[in-house]
């Protein structure tokens, strides 16, 4: 789709192009998005900008739990109140988010970053298993809560992770019944989150 | 909603705020597109924000039509190919944006910013509609096109401007039925704006 009219047309169509690229806008409504913010040059596009910017120079991966971090490791793993014997093991920063929307959990965590996927070639080591099982290890973790979505994949990576613990003697368990079938953690209400949690139970 | 973890949290909570106040956008699809950038802070998060903070820098208002513009006047008002004869006025740039997508108008514009409201106090003034009588006796100018919404605003208005024109002589036309009732130009597909501009009617 071509903007096709305007000054600074080889910009602003750049600029739409790359709105279009988040999730959950497409080509009509990044450049609405746009055109919004072309009227709000100085009270909302520039603090865009310059937030955007901030973000993406300061933000990193943190080395410990893979949460997303600025510098070093992440507020959670330098929160010295934060429990160092649990370890609950998520797929996704936004997983992490939701988690801790629910408030109930007061350990530390794991990212995966994904799950299990023969066809994608995602194994154990691309999502840090290796790493979970020596960090289990060295801070002397009693337990790993996983919380992975009840996907198959997401089942399928938490029998794996189970079994790759087991050597470790930490008790392992899962997010109860409370998630439905198929749902994503994203996508559920705080409440929920916090009654599957306190509900856990063995794997 | 708070974000609730990890690093940097003011700094993403800030950029999600932001996010959040673009249309079409609440606080959980805004929570998702960050963290959709955050996991693609090189490849997309930092093009978006200088892409941002360029238009943001250059863009301004084009003084003679109320187009967006680099620096001076807009492209269309320097473009000596489009006609000087014809002026088409649309409430907003993005009705700009749609009708030249439909590609049929080769005139110039008239960017309104709104439509007559006693309630919000808008004003022949604020809509630049001496401004346009001016230009229609300078420019010598032998049509002027009303392209506005097929709103009560959006008729009321035109009906505004037609009365303001009448002692300038141009004829003043508007697109023909073919934009809905209660349409907005928008959302129109190209065709049934090019359509509606060749059965164009003298108002
Ligand atoms: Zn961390
Ligand atoms: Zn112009």
């Known amino acids: 789709m071509s903007l096709g009219a305007g000054g600074g047309r080889d910009e602003i169509e750049a600029l739409i192009a790359l709105m279009a690229r988040l999730p959950g806008l497409g ?68 997983d992490l988010w939701a988690m801790e929307r629910g408030g109930a959990f007061k350990g530390r965590y794991h990212v995966l970053g994904g799950t299990l996927s023969a066809l994608d070639a995602v194994g154990p080591e691309e999502l840090g298993i290796p790493r979970l099982v020596e960090r289990v290890q060295a801070e002397h973790v009693t337990e790993v809560i996983l919380a992975l979505n009840a996907t198959v994949e997401g089942q399928t990576t938490a029998h794996y992770i189970a079994e790759a613990l087991e050597r470790t003697g930490a008790s392992v368990t899962s997010l109860a019944q409370g998630v439905p079938i198929g749902g994503e953690l994203d996508y559920l209400d705080d409440g929920t989150i916090s009654a599957a949690l306190r509900a856990r139970r063995a794997l």
Chains 1, 2 share one sequence.
Do not use: F, Y
């Not at 080395?63 to 609950?88: H, K, L």
């Open 27 to 94: 080509p009509r409504s990044a450049r609405r998005a746009v055109l919004h913010l072309l009227r709000r040059r100085e009270g909302q596009m520039a603090p865009l900008a310059a937030a955007l910017a901030r973000v993406a120079e300061t933000a990193r991966d943190c080395p410990v739990c893979g949460n997303i971090a600025v510098g070093g490791t992440c507020e959670i793993c330098e929160n010295p109140a934060r429990a160092t014997g649990e370890i609950c093991v998520v797929e996704d920063v936004a």
